[in-house]
């Protein structure tokens, strides 16, 4: 069915207005800080408090930070009624235009507005599905103001939204539930889907580090033991980060690019490479934040041509494969406990070659280490499989909600909204 009858059933008869939001607004106001350093403004407060960032989760039914009376009178802010909406006025990247709903009694910092809404005329819910579908719309008419862009309270007074069946109250208010209704169970469907890879995600990353510590306990007794400085050399990588190109072929092996497998790349041109990888090399990051988990992280390299190494991220490459696989070596050093024991968890930690090529590595004869490489590659493929599907999913989740979206409030707009 078309969006045009869709919508003419739906209303059935009934004429659409278009209203400005400070029509039907009980109120529209802006939040605010208190002092950071005053304690008195944060310690024990119970009045939750809203962030820009949280404006990104949709939904609020709670807030990570909570401010005291003090801090209320302080801040200039006032207290947001739950089923009221909240817009960002401004904030970093993307956020300049979202709009989340409140569940919950709350204030909000500076770069919000809320808007709370008579709900014998507006339904808040339907308010939110249909100004999510505004976004682009509202990042536009704000890019005017400042340097960096941002809306204000008279923007979003004056913004117009499509209000079905104006001279019907009732029917007018159950409209707009239906309508909420559908877009709120789509919303469900996602974050159930959401919810529950994750959920068998974070079961595989667990069946797969206890296959893999399986695999790689070996008592002393049992085989050979020795240094990494015995059976690999080491090479330390040059930084490339001024060499990065739009044009690039090779793609660049940073703490980045390796703590998510490949799927944050940045690239170089194969005649700038000053550090290749080459096919076989076990490529780890050195240096990383407290408890970060990218440290002692190795990537294969299954290709030559293909990578270049940037600087603090070096190469291990196995002297003799006939006494050991690289690819066996890949999995003993991929978060070696050795090395993330130098992490004490405050300072950040760089790894120095010596501790490097000093970690112990187990030795057992080639046709285990590649019957061990053969088990581990089976689960690291499960669990990138699901790890690929995710995003996919979502997305494909995120594409019904706006196809739906456009078919439920693709209302017709007169003349002068016409863009």
Known sequence: MSSPDFLEKLLDGCAVEWKTLGEVARKISSGGTPQTGAREYWDGGTIPWMSSGEVNLGTVHKTENFITEAGLKNSSAKLVPKNSLVIALAGQGKT?????????????????????????????????????????????????????????????????????????????????????????????????????????????????????????????????????????????????????????????????FISTEG?????????????????????????????????????????????????RVCLLRVKEPTLLAPKFLHYVMNRNRQLLAYDNGVDQTHLKKDWILSVRIPVPLLVEQNRIVSTLDKFDALTSSLTESLPREIELRQKQYAYYSNLLLSFPKPETLET
């Open 263 to 311: 799927r944050s790349a940045r690239y170089v041109k194969k005649d700038d490479v000053l550090t290749p990888a080459l096919k076989s090399d076990v490529a780890m990051v050195m240096s990383d934040l407290p408890n970060g988990r990218a440290l002692a992280k190795t990537f294969f390299v299954e290709e030559s041509g293909c990578y270049a190494a940037n600087q």
């Open 96 to 256: 300049r235009g979202k709009v989340a709903r409140i569940k919950i009694d709350l204030t909000t910092n500076q770069s919000l507005a809320s808007i709370t809404v008579d709900e014998n005329i507006v339904n808040p819910d339907y308010l939110y599905h249909f100004l999510r579908t505004q976004y682009d719309n509202l990042r536009k008419i704000s890019s005017g103001s400042g340097n960096r862009g941002g809306l204000n309270l008279q923007m979003i007074s004056t913004y117009k939204f499509p209000l079905p069946c104006p001279d019907n109250q009732r029917k007018s208010l159950e409209t707009q539930s239906k309508i909420a209704r559908i877009l709120d169970n789509l919303t469900e469907l996602t974050t159930e889907l959401t919810t529950e890879l994750n959920a068998e995600l974070t079961t595989r990353k667990k069946q797969y580090n206890y296959y893999r510590d399986q695999s790689l306990s070996f008592e002393d007794g049992d085989i050979e033991w020795k240094s990494l400085s015995e059976i690999a050399y080491f090479h330390n990588a040059k930084p490339h980060e001024k060499l990065v190109s739009p044009d690039g072929d090779v793609a660049l092996l940073t703490a980045g």
